[in-house]
């Protein structure tokens, strides 16, 4: 295919130092993916540093992908770690971008329907973008500077050239008058042409006149494809003829794959789908692929253009009974439920493991490792929640609210905060409906655990005290003790001891009276937390030493760190400083080994505790930014806050005032863009203070009024310590 013109328009609208951003604008099926891909190889030597490709799906029957979406596989390729990549979308974005400041990049941004879409995945300057699209994208042009390059129809000489390229192997040389007549029924367009030459040279002892007759009694009118009026029916037209040349099994088939969730599927999958046996659904995808109604994305995945997409899913509706769709769709759900199960077996998470049907057809699949497990869920990580999401729409609650208890289990370990929060309403939801009481509870619990995870410890308290009354209700005693080890650290974060303390309690007689050493391990250990912040030291280490004999009993490797990290603090109050270093880099240790980011952040901040009581300047600082970066990472606010207002304080006990009131001011710009109220209180506290000891006596005022104002809201002790100090700073201000 000819674009000579067009690619010559590309070079020009990029600048001598590889930057900027073209439009590449055209309708449906005009090879404007293809064009995009062929500049882009053909130019990669100017981009030394790389190139990112993302097809956004703005056209797409199901839900377009999302920025997050894209961001997060960007950062996959260009070597961020998932477990690293920041829990935060905004935070997430900022790394990208910080990532491609250097310049060297073409970024290619395909299927963008409007400017919400692609804005914030623009890079900075020193790079190249290219946007594809079907409408206007006036806001790029007139906003952001971007070049508009038109791709219309071929032209009939182009055409026929195409249709010769693919066909003259398998047929031998048709008469030009023939494939130019053919040209002009797929609309001299790339995509119906290519379908079009594939059926011919499937066909090579038909003579041409034939097929076009036969393509020109199938014309058709198929309302849900959207192209450019005067092209939909001849589109329609090419599909169906290709459509009506599969055999059944191959044609039954693209109708099932009109129904998967997500933007992509596996080999596995659609075999789940259609109920075939997983060779047989590879042969006929292969097939499919090779009449182009279908593209491999991957090893054993495909994808469908958009168009045909909405063409498989419209053939499904026409040519299927409702209930033979209904259970196409409980199949690869069904099959996405397993598999996520067996994968989150792979994790270790506090969470209940649920017990579920046995599913006779639709069996998981099989992995080797946790290794394995853990790369099948980032690679279907989107497709998972748009099968929750799938779910949901189609009326089919128990696989929605199923499917999103699994991904709790999941996201606890390695927390994607938007996704664990946006499947669990959605699962909630679901589970309202018909679920027994007992799956609500649970799932309360599970999206308790997101809120708190994102710090929004209010919303959390609600979910976790209603789980509590189901659950007393139902005569649950683990359930009971489970939401009273929830409520309990809710409390604990928000400084709560008493109640705290009160609900620990309440969830040891449980476990204990349940004979569950497992969690009354995790019980005890979130007591001696409560008692060693209230000062209780002996009895705090005490519990610990109880509890970590539980923990190693049971295998409990989560709970080993957390209560390995609890000794280390009460060695350190108990003046005991190389044993408790001794504790917490043991829990780094075990942190490490479990691969599990949010441990390895925490057992840092503590790290870095340690390091500047003893005085060590460097080796604390090292430890709070890393402590601070983690976390930020994982949406962590308060603990971010925590690691930034420790490496304040060791700046200022260096004499490095500037820099202390700087870390002071990142604490405060976090806790306000996150909400995070009472971390803000203390954040502003020490800002506070750190200005009136410079000098700067009118914004340190009104930095400490507005701490004190939050402190008085805040009941817990500690926060009215604080306001009592707070008050004092403001009467030396006025004083002076």
């Known amino acids: 295919m000819n674009r000579s013109d067009e690619i ?85 974005t900022a790394l990208y971008r910080s990532i491609l400041a250097g310049g060297g990049f073409l970024v290619v941004l395909d299927n963008v329907s409007s400017a919400r879409q692609e804005r914030p995945l623009l890079p900075g300057a020193g790079c190249a973008v290219v946007v594809t699209t079907r409408g206007r994208l006036s806001g790029l042009v007139a906003r952001d500077g971007a070049r508009r390059v038109e791709v219309g129809t071929l032209s009939a000489p182009q055409s026929v050239a195409l249709l010769r390229t693919i066909t003259d192997s398998a047929r031998g040389k048709d008469a030009p008058a023939e494939l130019a007549h053919l040209a002009r029924l797929c609309a001299l367009l790339p995509l119906a042409l290519r379908i079009a030459a594939e059926r011919a040279a ?50 039954r088939l693209f109708r099932v794959l009109g129904l998967m969730p997500g933007t992509d599927f596996s080999v596995p999958a ?56 209904v259970a196409a769709l409980r199949r690869v759900l069904d099959w996405y439920l397993r598999t996520a199960h067996h994968a989150a077996s792979f994790i270790d998470t506090q969470f209940r493991t649920p017990e579920w049907p046995v ?127 929830a409520l309990g650290l809710v409390r604990l974060r928000a400084h709560q001891m008493a109640d705290a303390r009160t609900h620990f309690e309440e969830a040891l007689t449980r476990f204990r009276e349940l004979g569950d050493e497992r969690w009354e391990g995790i019980a005890l250990a979130n007591l001696a937390d409560a008692l060693l912040e209230t000062g209780e030291l002996a009895a705090a280490e005490s519990a610990a030493h109880t509890a970590l004999c539980l923990q190693r009993a049971t295998g409990n490797r989560l709970g080993e760190f957390s209560t390995l990290i609890t000794l280390g603090r009460t060695a350190q109050e108990g003046g005991r400083g190389e044993e408790a270093r001794e504790h917490t880099i043991h829990a780094l240790r ?40 983690m976390h930020r990472d994982l949406g962590e606010v308060d603990r971010e806050a925590e690691s930034l207002l420790g490496a304040a304080e060791v700046q200022r006990s260096a004499g490095r005032i500037g820099e202390a009131v700087e870390l002071c001011r990142e604490a405060v710009s976090s806790c306000r863009r996150h909400g995070a109220r009472r971390r803000l209180a203390f954040a502003l506290a020490r800002l506070g203070r750190l200005l009136a000891g410079s000098g700067e006596l009118s914004e340190a005022g009104a930095v400490l009024r507005e701490a004190h104002a939050l402190l008085d809201t805040l009941g817990d002790p500690e926060a009215q310590r604080e306001r009592e100090r707070v008050a004092l700073a403001i009467q030396g201000i006025a004083g002076r």
Not at 204 to 231: F, R
């Open 8 to 92: 010559a328009q590309l070079d020009s609208c990029i600048g001598t130092d590889g930057s900027g951003t073209v439009l590449i604008a055209g309708t449906a099926g005009a090879g404007k993916t293809a064009l995009a891909v062929h500049w882009s190889h053909r130019v990669k030597e100017r981009y030394p540093a790389g190139q990112l490709y993302a097809n956004l799906r703005g056209y797409d029957p199901q839900e377009p992908v999302t920025v997050e979406r894209v961001i997060d596989g960007f950062l996959r390729a260009l070597g961020v770690p998932p477990a690293a990549a920041p829990a935060a979308i905004e935070d997430r």
């Open 202 to 251: 499937v066909r090579p002892h038909m003579p041409l006149a034939d097929l076009i007759n036969e393509l020109q009694d199938g014309t058709g009118p198929w309302e849900s494809l959207v192209v450019d009026e005067d092209e939909q029916d001849t589109i329609d037209a090419v599909f169906a003829w290709s459509y009506r040349g599969l055999p059944d099994d191959a044609a």
């Open 270 to 325: 659609a075999a789940a789908a259609a109920d075939l046996p997983v060779r047989a659904a590879a042969r006929l995808l292969d097939a499919l692929a090779g009449a182009h109604l279908l593209e491999q994305s991957g090893a054993e995945r495909f994808e469908f253009h958009d168009l045909l997409r909405a063409y498989a899913a419209e053939l499904g509706r026409r040519h299927d009974a409702e209930e033979i769709r």
């Open 359 to 485: 599913l006779d057809d639709a069996p998981p699949l099989a992995f080797a490792d946790r290794a394995a497990a853990v790369e099948w869920l980032e690679q279907e990580k989107s497709n998972l929640v748009a099968a929750v999401k799938r779910a949901e729409a189609a009326d089919l609650p128990e696989p929605a609210w199923r499917l999103a208890a699994t991904l709790g289990r999941i996201y606890a370990s390695r927390p994607h905060i938007e996704d664990w929060i946006d499947t669990g309403r959605v699962g909630l939801s679901s589970a309202r409906e018909r679920a027994p009481a007992a799956a609500v509870a649970d799932l309360l619990d599970n999206l308790g655990m997101a809120l708190v995870q994102a710090g929004k410890g209010e919303d959390a308290l609600a979910h976790h005290e209603e789980a509590l009354a189901i659950r007393t209700a139902e005569h649950d005693l683990f359930g009971q003790g489970a939401s009273h080890n």
């Open 590 to 629: 075990v942190a490490e080994e479990l691969e599990n980011s949010v441990r390895i952040a925490y057992a840092s901040l503590e790290l870095g505790r340690l390091h500047a009581a003893e005085g060590g300047v460097d080796a604390a600082l090292e430890a709070f930014f890393l402590a601070a970066a």
